[in-house]
Nanobody, 128 residues
Framework: QVQLEESGGGSVQAGGSLRLSCVAR????????MAWFRQLPGKEREVVAG????????DYADSVKGRFTISRDNAMNTVHLQMNNLKPEDAAMYYC?????????????????????WGQGTQVTVSS
């Protein structure tokens, strides 16, 4: 099972940017559908963006389209989430997740129960 480790969280003002990174260890991340989720205390974890590594297809939640970009670094087995024009409502704990490639064509990439591997999370704080 792949191990995931996130980094890059921090505190920014509204309108600022952050870049999150997720390193996959123990297995090539190309065998998975990779995604970023976020969660506020007491709230359900929600998907932010997904990446089907095999063909480079990306998916985004409506709330982040045009502001967030998910990308890969094959040499480093890493998936990045570039977050621009951050808003206070983007503040959350962000998690990296890996699931089966079938999530893409089944259209179930938003369902957190479909992901078997998770990182420990990285905190993002946005002040207004």
């Amino acid at each position: 099972q792949v191990q995931l480790e996130e980094s890059g969280g921090g505190s920014v003002q509204a309108g600022g940017s952050l870049r999150l990174s997720c390193v996959a260890r123990g297995y090539s991340y190309k065998a998975y559908y990779m995604a970023w989720f976020r969660q506020l205390p007491g709230k359900e974890r929600e998907v932010v963006a997904g990446f089907y590594i095999e063909d480079g297809t990306t998916d985004y939640a409506d709330s982040v389209k045009g502001r967030f970009t998910i990308s890969r670094d094959n040499a480093m087995n890493t998936v990045h989430l570039q977050m621009n024009n951050l808003k206070p409502e983007d503040a959350a704990m962000y998690y990296c997740a890996a699931g089966p490639p079938s999530l893409r064509w089944l259209g179930t990439w938003r369902d957190m129960t479909q992901y078997k591997s998770w990182g420990q999370g990285t905190q993002v704080t946005v002040s207004s």
